[in-house]
T-cell receptor, first 113, second 111 residues
Framework: GESVGLHLPTLSVQEGDNSIINCAYS??????FIWYKQESGKGPQFIID?????DKRQGQRVTVLLNKTVKHLSLQIAATQPGDSAVYFC????????????FGTGTRLLVSP | EAQVTQNPRYLITVTGKKLTVTCSQN?????MSWYRQDPGLGLRQIYY???????DKGDVPEGYKVSRKEKRNFPLILESPSPNQTSLYFC??????????FGPGTRLTVT
């Protein structure tokens, strides 16, 4: 079946460090992956996405890397700030026609000053 | 401002008392969906709608109903709520394969 998962439930970093959040997937059929950020008391918020014809995509302070050989993707946050504290999910389309998003279980990023 | 709104944000109710959680989006999106979020289980889809009058079941539809009479609204109906429907609910919308927007969530407690 289709699934995504995350390696660590919690990641603690110090302000200013770079953070790396990992995600593995089990089905190679998907050609699209998305990272979401969920702050306490809020709904998931789109961060960045990547398609399978790319290995890397950069946004503002964020980079997503996709390794199709080992079915792994990662979200890198540069110069992590306290405002980056949240739960991060990787997700992929599910169903035959993108009827849903299939989410991983999430990694909670804790940023200490 | 482009947004998805949900009401109420918090609700405590009793078993068997029908309730409706409203969802509205102002982006003219065709696709709308409902998810529930539970500890250790992540986000799971309840129902979705690809367009007006077109709805279908997600992964956990039991005990829920939806309707899509107009493009902007997608209410979630619990005809006879039970304690196992205590959860955090999110409505979402998107256009085609574009970014999916989520509402702020509705925390429901059924006693």
């Amino acid at each position: 079946g289709e699934s995504v998962g995350l390696h660590l439930p919690t990641l603690s970093v110090q302000e200013g460090d770079n953070s790396i959040i990992n995600c593995a997937y089990s089905n190679s059929a998907s050609d699209y992956f998305i990272w979401y950020k969920q702050e306490s008391g809020k709904g998931p918020q789109f961060i960045i996405d990547i398609r399978s014809n790319m290995d890397k995509r950069q946004g503002q302070r964020v980079t997503v890397l996709l390794n199709k050989t080992v079915k792994h993707l990662s979200l890198q946050i540069a110069a992590t700030q306290p405002g980056d504290s949240a739960v991060y999910f990787c997700a992929r389309p599910g169903g035959t026609g993108f009827q849903k998003l299939v989410f991983g279980t999430g990694t909670r990023l804790l940023v200490s000053p | 401002e482009a947004q998805v709104t949900q009401n109420p944000r918090y609700l405590i109710t009793v078993t068997g008392k029908k309730l409706t959680v409203t969802c509205s989006q102002n982006m003219n999106h065709e696709y709308m969906s409902w998810y529930r979020q539970d500890p250790g289980l992540g986000l799971r889809q309840i129902y979705y709608s690809m367009n007006v009058e077109v709805t279908d079941k997600g992964d956990v539809p039991e005990g829920y109903k939806v309707s899509r009479k107009e493009k902007r609204n997608f209410p979630l109906i619990l005809e006879s709520p039970s304690p196992n429907q205590t959860s955090l609910y999110f409505c979402a919308s998107r256009q085609g394969y574009d970014e999916q927007y989520f509402g702020p969530g509705t925390r429901l407690t059924v006693t």
